[in-house]
């Protein structure tokens, strides 16, 4: 019988250790591109418009959350994989699949929360009109879960370095900008709109956005999330049990 | 031993294909229990592909392995728990310090905490990493890095530990240091597989030995009868423009007599046959 919990932090507790080295270095890492989305956005194009540091704020933590956790999981794999063979090691162990494969999200998810929580607070400051909800915070879990999956997923079929950097340039980066996190996904063409709509980030976007305003959310996004962590999870569960990483 | 002579790793028929080459084809092992087998070869024989589809760490295209009689395709985590790895390369993680990595390999093997600390010291005294413990891995020599792979792929007292090329790019000290301690471990009651493309390895450390030859089992058994195979004693003859010739023959004194048939311009040398003869003669190359 597996404990799966205790399967899942023995798993990442070689990351947590890395964590633990270069606590600094991660947070820096983690903070420095959000807090610049806010800069730039927030008060260079808009001048500090509050209403618009509001919307906003959301778009940034949702962005935070998926670059924070499927950076973190997917490079770390590649190099685990491709030079270090440390990950053949988890493939030893006598666990259950998806201890492996949540102990090598645990990192993502964690700097994905953290970030986001960050971000949050400093938001909080800057602007009446967010609120702390138990929503929200489920939320950017949920948003960390997904995207840690998606960079497990990346960093276990990745057969190269560049190869990652690309699936970086052309998924992660477009996603940042046109997911509904610095305007509003309805301005955009209507062909282009569906193909937004069908991506994750608009959805964890429209749900923090949401949560943050203290408004209903939309089912239809949190379906559309809980498909899309079952598929990034099939992924990995596959890729392992058939060894083809 | 009490239990020397059970069978403990069997491998039926296994292949495995990497596009079009064949990198293991149609293999059948069979290693006891408290015996360490060497499995011989060149580079690119096929031996670290084999010990990764006994060890669980790839699936076979074909054939089946029983790792302690557990079935690696339908009980693999069973099989694994049996079964300790130290890989060709290095597969520590080299951002945290020895003791961290340790650590990480007995929690994966599900140690407890409290488990995982008195193996830790028991190892870590028998392998001499007292002061290393805090010292991170990627600082340490190739030696050490060795020592630390072997206390983590013995923390969970696997009853079989394969070791894949465990000499290679050690200098001689470190070398030596790990032909006792790998002497240790089996004395322990560990069986050891190990693959080597060291014919003196395989020689000294070896009950038996199997060769491997572009993914198949070409001879097998313990060294003596591998060379007996061949004859005793290799004369070998080397022309004036450094070809050589190698005869094998049962006793020294045929070899004595076949040498004074032999040019004078050659130079002349009897010795014992050792492995690589055996390699030799099976295939027509050195290893």
């Known amino acids: 019988m597996h404990n799966i919990p205790s399967e899942i932090f023995r798993v990442a507790y070689g990351d947590l250790c890395y964590m633990k080295h270069n606590l600094v270095q991660t947070l820096v890492s983690t903070l420095v591109g959000p807090l610049l989305y806010l800069l730039a956005f927030g008060y260079g194009m808009r001048a500090g418009d509050t209403e618009y540091i509001a919307y906003v704020i959301p778009g940034i933590i949702a962005i935070s959350s998926m670059n924070s956790g499927f950076s973190s999981s997917s490079q770390k794999i590649v190099i685990q994989r491709l030079f270090h063979s440390s990950f053949d090691e988890l493939i030893l162990c006598p666990m259950h699949t998806s201890s492996v494969i949540f102990g090598k999200c645990l990192m993502g998810i964690i700097r994905g929360f953290v970030g986001g929580l960050i971000i949050l607070g400093l938001g909080m400051l800057l602007t009446p009109g967010l609120y702390l909800t138990v929503w929200l915070l489920l939320a950017m879990l949920i948003s960390s879960i997904m995207f840690s999956l998606l960079g497990v997923a990346a960093g276990l079929l990745a057969n190269s370095t560049p190869t990652l950097m690309m699936f970086n340039s052309i998924i992660i980066l477009p996603m940042s900008f046109m997911c509904g996190t610095l305007f509003d996904v309805s301005a955009l063409p209507p062909v282009v709109s569906a193909i937004v709509w069908a991506l994750p980030l608009s959805h964890t976007t429209a749900i923090m956005r949401a949560t943050a305003d203290c408004l209903p959310v939309d089912y239809l996004s949190v379906a559309v999330i809980l498909i899309y962590i079952v598929a990034f999870y099939s992924i990995c569960h596959i890729v392992i049990r058939k060894k083809l990483y | ?287």
């Open chain 2, 1 to 287: 031993m009490e239990a020397e002579g059970l069978e403990i790793i069997r491998a039926e028929n296994l292949v495995k294909r990497f596009g079009k080459l064949t990198a293991v084809d149609g293999l059948d092992l069979s290693v006891r229990k408290g015996e360490v087998y060497g499995f011989l070869g060149p580079n690119g024989a096929g031996k670290t592909t084999t010990v990764r589809m006994l060890t669980t760490m790839e699936l076979p295209d074909e054939g089946r392995v029983w790792i302690d009689g557990f079935d690696t395709r339908t009980q693999y985590i069973q099989a694994r728990r049996c079964v300790g790895v130290i890989q060709q390369q290095n597969s520590l993680d080299k951002d945290l310090t020895v003791k961290e990595n340790i650590m990480h390999h007995a929690l994966m093997k599900n140690l407890s905490f409290k488990e995982s600390k008195e193996r830790m010291k028991e190892l870590g005294d028998m392998m001499e990493l007292g002061d290393r413990m805090g010292t991170k891995v990627e600082t340490l020599s190739g030696g050490w890095k060795k020592r630390v792979a072997i206390v983590c792929s013995l923390i969970h007292n696997p009853d079989i530990l394969f070791m894949d090329e465990p000499t290679t790019g050690l200098d001689t000290q470190s070398r030596n240091m790990l032909w006792k301690m790998i002497r240790g471990i089996n004395k322990s009651g560990t069986t050891v597989f190990l693959t080597t493309h060291y014919i003196f390895e395989a020689e000294s450390l070896c009950n038996r030995v199997g060769i491997i030859n572009n993914g198949k089992l070409i001879a097998e058994g313990t060294p003596s009868e591998l060379k007996e195979r061949v004859g005793k004693f290799a004369l070998v003859a080397i022309d004036p423009e450094g070809n050589e010739n190698i005869q094998y023959f049962k006793d020294s004194d045929s070899a004595k007599q076949a040498s004074l048939e032999i040019p004078p311009d050659h130079t002349i040398s009897i010795r014992r046959t050792n492995l690589e003869d055996v390699f030799l003669e099976l295939t027509g190359r050195k290893i």
